[in-house]
């Protein structure tokens, strides 16, 4: 373990200046012309550098990075044997066009993904450049296989920005208006929450109520069986605010999908790749999808997308489905590095830090009044800010407040969701940083209210 840890760097925060330093802010005046305005930056960090869970920006100030890139870099920034395995295919073919012919790394990361995919299944992999390509892909194949439109989603999820990913997006109305129509046979169902249960119900009847929704309201109305190919879930709702079903959740969803023909189709995202302390989260609750979609920690930082399918589903025609750069060999070198190092201790980390940092806050709702729940599997920790512990009224705005007081004091940390904060460090984080970022978030809770 300390084998694949030693390279990275350990260390703590240093703030050399006030925030934003002058070279931050120069770059920041150029964005503001060149770049869109449709990127929602939260505070003005301008990277320059990192190395594991440590980022330096342009004025050499060193942050803690509880976010990793928004849950990509799963082994940590830069992690040597992921830049070595990036560089040596570099220099040896970083393009080839796996649509049309053949070679020897997007084979091999094909095959390890259906080794490491959940449940005893024979699978084949499609690959794109991204989390949204990923789950095109699944509705492609579910649609194809079927010969089903509809398509069963979520509200609060999160898949994505393309078409047919936005259309099962369904978090804020700012990613989806003024882009209708999105694609037609989408239909959305309440995701279980038993902090804030959709139908007001106690704890755990959520996750009931909400397959009842499915099974009694929309599939005897507007998704009927025979025309709905799938039901697509996030296994933890990520960007929807680190939500953790209850297990009955997917215990009843896969009942339903199976009595009515329908694919099970888990997008793993955010949630995949030892986020939550095992290689998928799907393993946390016996779920084996008949599809799902990987990005994000797969290639610690490149751009690689995966859409896993059982392999009796993936039958489509040449033609039928492909990317030019999807599965380029320069991703799955860092892909297959990545794997390796995650199955080398990696996923193990992320376990033990993440009950780490869970025996440290778990505590939080007793101590701060300001946080309603504390929830998170591995290193995918959600904390639900609130205004009233006991009519659990949402605190947008204290959340945001905690957000930038760590970055002043050198820790990186983003939302999730309208109220709370998201902690996803890269898996290679440390004892010592995890300590480092409770303490910094009980500082700033205590200043927040
Ligand atoms: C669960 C989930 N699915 C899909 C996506 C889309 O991924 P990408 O931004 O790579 O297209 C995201 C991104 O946050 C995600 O969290």
């Keep these: 373990m300390n084998k694949i840890l030693e390279p990275v760097r350990m260390d703590l925060p240093h703030l050399a200046g006030p925030l934003p330093g002058p ?4 770059v ?15 505070y003005p960090l301008v990277a320059e550098s990192a190395s594991g869970a440590m980022v330096q920006d342009v004025d050499g100030n060193r942050f803690l990075d509880f976010n990793a890139g928004i849950a990509v870099v799963a082994a940590g920034h830069c992690h040597p044997r992921v830049v070595d395995a990036i560089q040596k295919q570099a220099a040896r073919l970083i393009h080839m066009s796996g649509t049309d012919f053949y070679y020897d790394e997007m084979v091999t990361l094909a095959e390890k993904l259906a080794e490491i995919a959940p449940g005893d299944v024979e699978r084949r992999v499609s690959f794109g450049n991204s989390g949204a390509e990923a789950v095109e892909g699944c509705i492609k194949l579910a649609r194809w ?14 898949h994505g920005r393309t078409m047919g990913a936005l259309s099962l997006t369904a978090r804020k109305s700012v990613q989806r208006a003024g882009f209708g129509p999105l694609i037609p046979g989408v239909v959305h169902a309440p995701y279980p929450n038993c902090y804030r249960c959709p139908f007001g119900q106690k704890e755990e009847t959520c996750a009931v109520e909400c397959v009842k929704h499915i099974e009694e309201t929309l599939l005897k109305t507007i998704a009927p069986p025979e025309e ?10 990520g960007e929807g605010g680190y939500v953790v079903p209850p297990k009955k959740f997917f215990d009843e969803l896969a009942r339903v999908a199976r009595q009515n023909g329908i694919l099970l189709v888990c997008d793993e995202v955010q949630s995949g790749m030892g986020r939550t302390g095992k290689m998928w ?11 799902f979609a990987v990005a994000k920690g797969i290639a610690s930082g490149m751009p690689l997308g995966a859409t896993v399918a059982r392999a009796d589903l993936m039958t489509w025609p040449p033609g039928a489905h492909a990317s030019t750069f999807g599965g380029n060999p320069v991703c799955c070198a860092a892909a297959l590095a990545t794997i390796a190092l995650l199955q080398e201790g990696l996923v193990e980390n992320a376990a033990r830090m993440g009950a780490h940092i869970r025996s440290r806050i778990d505590d939080w709702p007793a101590r701060f009044p300001t946080v309603g729940q504390v929830r998170g599997l591995g290193l995918m920790i959600g904390i639900e800010m609130v205004r009233d512990q006991r009519t659990r009224e949402k605190a947008p705005q204290i959340r945001d407040r905690v957000v930038d007081l760590a970055f002043e004091r050198g820790l990186l940390v983003l939302g999730a969701g309208e109220n709370s904060l998201r902690l996803c460090p890269p898996l290679v984080v440390t004892r010592e940083q995890c300590d480092f970022a409770v303490d910094t978030l009980e500082e700033c809770l205590k200043l927040a209210v």
Excluded at 23 to 26: N, Q
Excluded at 145 to 157: E, L, N, P, V
Excluded at 229 to 236: Q, R
Excluded at 285 to 291: A, G, L, Q
């Design 28 to 42: 920041m005046e150029r964005d503001a012309r060149a770049v869109s305005s449709s990127y929602t930056r939260g």
């Design 281 to 291: 989260a799907a393993e946390h609750f016996d779920v084996v999808p008949d599809i």
């Design 228 to 237: 709905t190919a799938a039901i697509v879930v996030e296994v933890v709702q």
């Design 145 to 158: 296989s079927t010969g089903r439109d509809k398509i069963i989603a979520f509200f609060g999820a999160f």
């Design 23 to 26: 070279r931050a802010k120069a």
